[in-house]
């Protein structure tokens, strides 16, 4: 069976693996979300390890308008390495609420997962993503590779978030 690249499949899985993020602290998604600015292709820079990602490099995350309250969400994986073999799901996203998306997938027979956009820069270059359970998260951006003031910007949203950043593991991505 095809490595399968489950972004933000993470109600369904919400049962395994640890949390990274302190239950007892306020989650909040951005309240100004954009969805039309969120749309197009993101780059993962880094993640909490979840086992459905293991092994994936490149990783990116594209999201087109279907309609007012849906998104179209593809999401690609390389295996191992940044040229390796491309995995690749899709699904589509409802809004469910300003920064919130219920994120489901085509080829998986589950429910929606939450997707919460906790920060976004006001360029709409750099995002934060996390999910109430604090099973999973991810620093996304436009580009392959951020500075280190964004970065320092997205770690500090995780914080505010409750979760803790020594836990992220890099994801390679081609040069840009």
Request: hydrophobic residues 45%; negative net charge; charged residues 20%.
């Amino acid at each position: 069976m095809k490595h399968l690249l489950l972004l933000p499949v993470l109600a369904v899985l919400a049962a395994c693996g640890p949390s990274y993020r302190d239950a007892s602290a306020p989650i909040a998604a951005q309240a100004d979300f954009q969805p039309e600015r969120y749309l197009g292709r993101w780059y993962e820079i880094a993640r909490y390890p979840v086992f459905f990602q293991e092994g994936c490099t490149a990783t990116t995350a594209d999201y087109g308008a279907i309609d007012a309250d849906t998104i179209s969400v593809v999401n690609t994986c390389r295996k191992d390495a940044p040229d390796g073999p491309a995995s690749r799901i899709a699904g589509s996203a409802e809004i469910s609420g300003p920064g919130e998306l219920k994120v489901s997938f085509d080829s998986v027979p589950f429910g929606a997962a939450d997707y919460w956009v906790l920060w976004v820069d006001d360029d709409y270059q750099t995002a934060v993503v996390g999910v109430p359970s604090g099973r999973a998260g991810w620093i996304l951006a436009r580009q392959p590779e951020i500075s280190p003031a964004r970065r320092a910007a997205a770690e500090a949203a995780l914080v505010a978030n409750g979760y803790d950043p020594a836990s992220l593991i890099e994801v390679p991505q081609p040069p840009a």
